[in-house]
């Protein structure tokens, strides 16, 4: 998945070197949590947050078929 979102993402930004994905696992859940350039936020989250909506609808459908977990895609700073 981390593969995934950085496939996604790279391309869409600026400082693509500094795409990061963090993963943390408890028993039920996955969260995975990305971080950008700070100038690059704006294109990740994208105009009333449809390229995050877009992003996180290709991870949650392809996590679906990964594992049984509940996964979440978090954009952070």
Do not use: C, F, W
């Not at 994208?46 to 954009?75: F, L, M, P």
């Amino acid at each position: 998945m981390k593969q995934l979102i950085e496939t996604i993402v790279k391309p869409l930004v600026d400082h693509p070197e500094e795409v990061r994905v963090v993963t943390d696992e408890n028993a039920n859940r996955i969260v995975y949590k990305l971080s950008v350039h700070s100038e690059d936020t704006g294109k990740v989250i994208g105009k009333q947050g449809r390229v995050a909506k877009a992003i996180r609808s290709v991870v949650y459908s392809a996590a679906g078929n990964y594992h049984k977990k509940k996964t979440y895609v978090d954009i952070v700073d």
